[in-house]
């Protein structure tokens, strides 16, 4: 999971760039770059931690120019502390590109046997977005002409990056002396929308992101997601392109992202994030009164921030009193994207705090957005039982996480998933809790699509069904190999 942004803009677009990773730092936080493109000039500036720590007044003077793209990243696969693997990288040929990121690749293997010896490029790291990028090189380069590149050229090397790669990317790239190109995988698993307003002697300015808040909140309007298998190329004159690259795409989107990673306020995939969590606190609710005894909950409370909509769903749908007895620290990262699972532990209870007189003699039904590895739900049970809580019903928004996700959420390794070959009950042992409730998969695909045309999400962590096809039982136990080395 990362976050992307490209603009295109009729003034300076360092700024504008900035502000928009600011709105996606919750999408990562291990390092961010930013990257212009001034004419046929590239220039790129790249630092660890956040947006607001990475840049400083010089940094930004030397980002000129009116295309820019960024990125804030969150490593899954590589190594979270490289330096040499934050995002965006350039290569020099043909003309000069630099690209970012967000997902995963599955066919990393193939990649880089095939980028040594069929297009004789080299890589410096183990980033798949490196071998992405000269993957797309390489196309752009077997095609380039006397006269140059033109944009039939362009989405025919997206087309051809489409036959060679395999798993999930939202892309952006600047191409130098030409613009700004952006295009996503066939299955449209990572989120990419569109944005546009109107910009200086009445030419349109774009904006393309990974959530819709980046757009909006930055003075443009969302025109539309851009489809799977879908390529758009903006030239340096503001004029917009785009094609279908990929002959069979269609839309399976990323569950992890409704049920946790995206902003409320953004909408992806026609779909209102906000309103998806309240469903998914709807249908919750009706299980949590099937499986929970009569009179064991005496009150609702969120684990905030992201399953606040649920809990508020969960408690008007039961009649049960609603309270916010947890309190966040909103100084400390999140939990899930710290690297190592003794700084997640460490991190939680400094995190958060449970206010004792909401909790004391009370049996309450804590709502959190998922259980992944059970080490922040294991230490807010004991934490809510110190606190003086008579009993504990851990309830789950979602489904339990019980295979790797490989499509670019870091849960790479079966043994890290406290689901993982369990039962209900085990889980719940394990956490210490008095019950434990999850969401049911079709409940979950059903309120995450309810009023769109999306029939199908990629729900592999949840059902061990990679929608790719060629994530196999052997490419698991690589990965889980390559994490654990």
């Known amino acids: 999971m990362c976050g992307i942004v490209g603009i295109a803009s009729t003034s300076?677009?360092?700024?504008?760039?900035?502000?928009?990773?600011?709105?996606?730092?919750?999408?990562?936080?291990?390092?961010?770059?930013?990257?212009?493109?001034?004419g046929s000039h590239i220039h790129v500036r790249k630092g660890k931690g956040m947006v607001k720590e990475a840049f400083r007044t010089r940094d930004m003077r030397a980002l000129v120019g009116r295309v820019g793209l960024g990125h804030v990243r969150y490593a899954t696969s590589g190594e979270a502390k490289n330096e040499l693997e934050a995002q965006p990288f350039y290569v020099n040929a043909p003309y000069g590109i630099v690209l970012v990121h967000n997902g995963n690749l599955t066919n990393t293997r193939d990649l880089e046997r095939e980028l040594a010896t069929q297009d004789m490029r080299h890589t410096n790291t183990g980033s798949d977005t490196e071998m992405m990028l000269n993957v797309l090189g390489s196309e752009l380069q077997q095609l380039v002409g006397p006269?140059?590149?033109?944009?039939?050229?362009?989405?025919?090397?997206?087309?051809?990056?489409?036959?060679?790669?395999?798993?999930?990317?939202?892309?952006?790239?600047?191409?130098?002396?030409?613009?700004?190109?952006?295009?996503?995988?066939?299955?449209?698993?990572?989120?990419?929308?569109?944005?546009?307003?109107?910009?200086?002697?009445?030419?349109?300015?774009?904006?393309?992101?990974?959530?819709?808040?980046?757009?909006?909140?930055?003075?443009?309007?969302?025109v539309r997601d851009v489809d799977p298998g879908e390529a758009i190329l903006i030239g340096l004159d503001g004029e917009l392109q785009s094609k279908q690259t990929h002959p069979s795409s269609q839309l399976v989107p990323c569950s992890f992202e409704y049920v946790y990673l995206a902003r409320p306020d953004s909408i992806?995939?026609?779909?209102?994030?906000?309103?998806?969590?309240?469903?998914?606190?709807?249908?919750?609710?009706?299980?949590?009164?099937?499986y929970t005894p009569s009179g064991a909950i005496d009150v609702v409370m969120p684990?905030?921030?992201?399953?606040r909509p649920a809990a508020m769903e969960v408690a008007r749908k039961l009649g049960i009193e609603y309270r916010e007895g947890y309190y966040k620290n909103r100084y400390v990262g999140r939990t899930f994207i710290m690297p190592g699972q003794e700084h997640r532990k460490k991190s939680?209870?400094?995190?958060?705090?449970?206010?004792?007189?909401?909790?004391?003699?009370?049996?309450?039904?804590?709502?959190?957005?998922?259980?992944?590895?059970?080490?922040?739900?294991?230490?807010?049970?004991?934490?809510?039982?110190?606190?003086?809580?008579?009993?504990?019903?851990?309830?789950?928004?979602?489904?339990?996480?019980?295979?790797?996700?490989?499509?670019?959420?870091?849960?790479?390794?079966r043994h890290e998933l406290i689901?993982?070959?369990?039962?209900?009950?085990?889980?719940?042992?394990?956490?210490?809790?008095?019950?434990?409730v999850y969401?049911?998969?079709?409940?979950?695909?059903?309120?995450?699509?309810?009023?769109?045309?999306?029939?199908?999400?990629?729900d592999s962590c949840f059902t061990g069904e990679y929608v790719t096809g060629d994530v196999s039982s052997e490419y698991l136990a690589w990965v889980e190999r390559s994490q654990l080395s």
């Open 303 to 307: 684990i905030p921030d992201s399953s």
């Open 147 to 222: 006269a140059g590149l033109d944009a039939e050229q362009v989405f025919t090397a997206v087309s051809r990056t489409h036959d060679r790669i395999r798993g999930s990317y939202a892309v952006i790239a600047l191409i130098s002396g030409y613009g700004l190109l952006a295009f996503r995988d066939p299955y449209g698993i990572r989120p990419l929308v569109l944005g546009r307003r109107e910009g200086g002697k009445g030419r349109t300015e774009w904006m393309v992101a990974s959530e819709s808040v980046a757009l909006t909140a930055s003075g443009y309007e969302l």
């Open 348 to 413: 939680v209870r400094e995190k958060l705090n449970a206010l004792a007189s909401e909790f004391e003699g009370k049996n309450v039904l804590v709502v959190d957005d998922s259980i992944v590895r059970g080490t922040t739900s294991h230490e807010i049970v004991d934490m809510t039982r110190q606190v003086g809580a008579n009993s504990v019903t851990f309830t789950s928004a979602a489904p339990p996480v019980r295979y790797p996700h490989v499509y670019g959420i870091n849960m790479p390794s």
């Open 12 to 38: 300076s677009v360092n700024q504008q760039v900035y502000d928009a990773l600011g709105l996606l730092q919750h999408r990562g936080q291990d390092s961010t770059g930013i990257a212009t493109l001034d």
């Open 268 to 290: 992806m995939n026609g779909i209102n994030v906000y309103e998806s969590r309240l469903r998914l606190g709807e249908r919750l609710a009706d299980t949590i009164e099937k």
């Open 439 to 458: 969401q049911e998969v079709d409940d979950m695909t059903k309120a995450i699509t309810q009023g769109s045309s999306i029939k199908k999400l990629e």
């Open 419 to 436: 689901a993982s070959g369990k039962t209900i009950p085990e889980i719940n042992a394990s956490l210490g809790s008095d019950f434990l």
